[in-house]
Structure formats: structure tokens, C-alpha cells
């Protein structure tokens, strides 16, 4: 990923459903980054967040495809 590309978040969710986006989307070669602040701080040792609230972000150019795919996925 270079260091000029853009991420943006486009999925809020539970850890089954985030795993199943992400999968989709990378075997279509599209990069994913998921930011877990509850599984993180219980790492840690602390105690925050919501298990729910875990984000899915990818880069700028991959938005539209990104979107298409949950989409999908997600009315399935």
C-alpha cells in the first residue's frame, strides 16, 4: 500500500460478518484493514468498546467495488 493512498471506512459489524466481507473482498484483490478497539484494549488489559463495533476500511479506489461486494454479502 503506498503511503499516499487514502482508507476509508466502509463497514461497521460483528466479527463473523467483517471476516466474511474481508475474505470476499481480498480474494477479488482488493487490501483491507479491520481496526478492532474491543479486541484490542482486551489485549491490553482494558476494557472498552463495543464487540459489535468492529471497523472494515479499504483505500479510496477500491470504494465502489467495496461497496458492491457488501452489498451483496450483506442482503444475502
Known amino acids: 500500500m503506498n503511503t499516499q493512498d487514502e ?17 470476499e473482498l481480498e480474494s ?5 484493514l479491520i481496526k ?3 479486541g484490542q484494549g482486551i489485549q491490553a488489559g482494558f476494557v472498552g468498546g463495543v464487540q459489535s463495533a468492529i471497523e472494515l476500511y479499504v483505500r479510496q ?13 450483506t442482503e444475502a
Open 28 to 32: 477479488r484483490g482488493i487490501f483491507c
Open 7 to 23: 482508507i476509508v471506512k466502509v463497514y461497521t459489524g460483528g466479527e463473523l460478518i467483517i471476516n466474511r466481507i474481508k475474505q
Open 36 to 38: 478492532d478497539g474491543y
Open 61 to 73: 479506489e477500491d470504494l465502489n467495488v467495496a461497496i458492491e461486494t457488501i452489498e451483496v454479502i
